[in-house]
T-cell receptor
């Protein structure tokens, strides 16, 4: 069974640009969550999608958005990039995204904003 | 809001020895789950062990076990017979229980870097 796949693995963008990251969950998983990982702030929850609907949202500005398609694949978009958006973005999928259900993580997309 | 604290940024252990990683959390909820995740240099987060708050028995997974002290809000991870492959960053995480999807996010601690000496 294929794991969670995130593309691209590495990305370099210029301040002010926008970027789209992709996450393909494990087959059968309907919940997809996104996390931002930085040395200073650690791992922070961005948002979660379940059956194409945003179900939970973290404390990030509106420049961060996402969506989920009918096949459960999810994309995350960041507009008007800032230097502080440089981070590792992790995607996690699970069957229900709740309680004790295991979240399976991808290897992340390393975004560098210059 | 829930918080998770890992106060030790780094630890080191001799191969084959035992090491304990500490984690405390704060919550007003009674129904929740606690996790330890491992993040090796490949950056992929891997679930090590999980604990349901309503279970008094400490979870174990092979060489990994936890000491869950609910009243003290403490959740430490013990790694026995440490191996070189255990070297990684370890994160303690919290998730609310309750209604499905009500609060699906994982709240992570800052992590601890574990090195294993041969």
């Amino acid at each position: 069974k294929a794991g969670v796949t995130q593309t691209p693995r590495y990305l370099i963008k210029t301040r002010g640009q926008q970027v789209t990251l992709s996450c393909s969950p494990i087959s059968g998983h309907r919940s997809v969550s996104w996390y931002q990982q930085t040395p200073g702030q650690g791992l922070q929850f961005l948002f979660e999608y379940f059956s194409e609907t945003q179900r939970n949202k973290g404390n990030f500005p509106g420049r961060f958005s996402g969506r989920q398609f009918s096949n459960s694949r999810s994309e995350m978009n960041v507009s008007t990039l800032e230097l502080g958006d440089s981070a590792l973005y992790l995607c996690a999928s699970s069957t229900e995204g709740a309680g004790g259900t295991e979240a399976f993580f991808g290897q992340g997309t390393r975004l560098t904003v210059v | 809001a829930q918080t998770v604290t890992q106060s030790q940024p780094e630890m080191s252990v001799q191969e084959a020895e035992t090491v304990t990683l500490s984690c405390t959390y704060d919550t007003s909820e009674s129904d929740y789950y606690l996790f330890w995740y491992k993040q090796p240099p490949s950056r992929q987060m891997i679930l090590v062990i999980r604990q349901e708050a309503y279970k008094q028995q400490n979870a174990t997974e092979n060489r990994f076990s936890v000491n869950f002290q609910k009243a003290a809000k403490s959740f430490s991870l013990k790694i026995s017979d440490s191996q070189l492959g255990d070297a990684a960053m370890y994160f303690c995480a919290y998730r609310s229980g309750g209604a499905r999807g009500a609060n699906s996010k994982l709240t992570f601690g800052k992590g601890i870097t574990l090195s294993v000496r041969p």
